[in-house]
């Protein structure tokens, strides 16, 4: 059966080393950064295209940024979404309730417009403010089920098999479409973009729409890194054989 | 009024319940308002007795048998009501994924903002919270506004103190008008049999490796020094996607989170995203070939150099170390 999925992902620095910060305190110093999206968000990109592979129909990526994360767009069509929405902001910060009546409005603009979505997938937490909450509230006022935290998906009949890990095994979870599904990495392995298809994707509109803010009541004041304890480190050995000495600290641990 | 959403397991509350109640017990204290209780599933009334360590005037239980299984949006209107009809002003839980999931459908039910993975907070009209961003490696500092706050506190955030004064705790049971509709979601749970494996998340030794393990095969002597040291093997993310591991064996933000003894990572090179799932290791041995690598400035011990070549020879005087104590174990004279 022929499905339209909906996948909402989020421009983010892409860090790795010490994260610094903008002399306001506003936001991170990104000016050796590069961007791109969560690695939960990757995974929930490379599923909607697997499904559409699978079953038929079409994907619709979304996020909601600024202008530049236009290229977080193309990047999930290089991977083979058919269309992508930018619900294009100045750049500020929106906070999660916010960003959700946002996605609402444009989910609910395209099923005036004759598109209704069986599917609707969001990472489980963006990777920078992490407020675990979005999709859930999507669900909500689209009064649709959602089961967060997702990494393994079945679709048949109009119903979704989900499954999560848990710290004793796993749960599982059967929901009827249309839902909203949170997912986790793990989910599956991403793949890798192709040539052609990133030219094929730099080629494609990006429907634009702009949302219409509101206050949300969560509201960032400053941004602070955390306080790192002073740290010393004890170099055991330089290449050579250091076997004799890194025994000894197993010893020291009472792990042998 | 502050309510504390509280997890059990058998009647037992869960440590992040318990970091949830003290952080919950100050705040009542500098509020000046009474503290109460909820938990939902089977065994709650036997929490009971933990909680007269914790300032809580009433635990509330709601009766309802569909609520024995799990499902995030019923459990969240019971609690929804149940804040009602208290007229609480603060709603905390934990930021587990159970507890963040049924304080997100709260915080949708009842339109309110809600923030997460809490590590201080400092009441007031609008709240000032501290709040933990890319899990941990970065602070937020912010205002939640809404009628009712509601937050959930980031894990080990503080440290859970029962009050060596108890005092009484009240139990009342409630029945939540529920639809149907709330019970879309329930979670059946799996429980894996144990395959025998010492798991990430428990162990005592973690074995870590990174691209500079070289190759899947390369994995084979990290494999050899965890069975010698009863520990358990991991990898970072570049590792997973490159194919070499399964996702389960994912140390960091996205992965597992581990609270080892030692944490050994060889050929890692030790970005935010991996450093925040090893955080609470007790102690890091780095080895690595670059003495710059950032996890070689984080670690306790390091040792520079290639990570096929170190292993062999640890590897290699771990087996001579046990051999030599077995033989003084066998040739020790009787008696």
Known sequence: MPMNVLVCVKRVPATAGQITLTPDAQEIDTRYLGFTISPHEECAVEEAVRMIETHGGSSTVLTLGPEAAVDQLRDAMALGIERAILLETDGREWDPVATAAAIVEAIEAERAAGRSYDLVMFGNESADSAGYQVGVRVAGTLDLPCVTGIKAIEIDQGRAAVRRQTESGWETAEVALPAVL???EGLNLPRYPSLPGRLKAKKKEIERITPHWQDGGLEKIRLKLPVQAEHKVEILGKNGDVGAEMVEVFQRLRLL | MILAFIEQVDGAPTLLSLEVLTMAARLARNMDVPLDAVAIGPNGAAARGILTSYRVGTLHLADDLRLAAYAPAAWAH?????????????????ASDRGGEVM???AARMTLPLAANCTEIVPGDAFIVTRQRWGGSLLEEAHLKGRVKLLTLAPHALTAEASPNRTEVATQTFAPVL??????????PQV???SGKISLAQARVVIGGGRGVGSAEGFATLEELADLLGGAVGCSRVVTSLGW???????GQTGTRIAPDLYIACGISGAIQHMVGCRAAKHILAINTDPTAPIVKQADYAVIG????????VNAEIRRAKSGHERMVTEAPAG
């Open chain 1, 182 to 184: 949170t997912v986790k």
């Open chain 2, 245 to 251: 591991r399964p996702h389960a064996d994912q140390v």
């Open chain 2, 192 to 194: 894996e049999a144990d």
């Open chain 2, 179 to 188: 639809d149907d509709k709330d019970f879309r979601v329930r979670l059946i």
């Open chain 2, 78 to 94: 019971t609690i929804a009501e149940l804040a009602d009809r208290i007229n609480a002003k603060v709603v905390i839980g934990t």
């Open chain 2, 306 to 313: 290639d990570v096929q070549k170190v292993l062999s020879a």
């Open chain 2, 104 to 106: 997100a459908h709260l």
